[in-house]
């Protein structure tokens, strides 16, 4: 049974930082891409981040390059997401994903088409003016 579950969202004020978790479970997991999609009330999904199997690529859609980074421990299995300097229009439901093309930049977008079990819950993260 395929697990994804996500962890560390909250309030935080602009300029501020977070660091999201995921864990996965009933996959191998350091063989399969990972990946971040958020969504705003109102507002179509958007692929945030993924990473191959083993960490050789990342890629980031351009509103949060340079702030956002995402990695992994394939010995924990688990990926996680560091996020700095959150603008207010960060403000979203995080989601964690596996198994997620992730080649080029074109793949970025794609992220939002993973649906359970391949995704977990979502985390929230509100960013405060």
């Known amino acids: 049974q395929v697990q994804v579950v996500e962890s560390g969202g909250g309030l935080v004020q602009a300029g501020g930082s977070l660091r999201l978790s995921c864990t996965v479970s009933?996959?191998?997991?350091?063989?399969?891409?990972m990946g971040w999609f958020r969504q705003a009330p109102g507002k179509e999904r958007e692929g945030v981040s993924c990473?191959?199997?083993?960490?050789?690529?990342?890629l980031y859609a351009d509103s949060v390059k340079g702030r956002f980074t995402i990695s992994r421990d394939n010995a924990k299995n688990t990926l996680n997401l560091k996020m700095n300097s959150l603008k207010p229009e960060d403000t979203a439901m995080y989601y964690c994903?596996?198994?997620?093309?992730?080649?080029?930049?074109?793949?970025?977008?794609?992220?939002?088409?993973?649906?359970?079990?391949?995704r977990g819950q979502g985390t929230q993260v509100t960013v405060s003016s």
């Open positions: 990473i191959k199997w083993n960490g050789g690529v990342t």
């Open positions: 994903v596996a198994g997620p093309r992730c080649d080029g930049e074109s793949d970025v977008p794609l992220i939002t088409r993973i649906e359970p079990p391949y």
């Open positions: 009933g996959l191998t997991f350091d063989e399969i891409n």
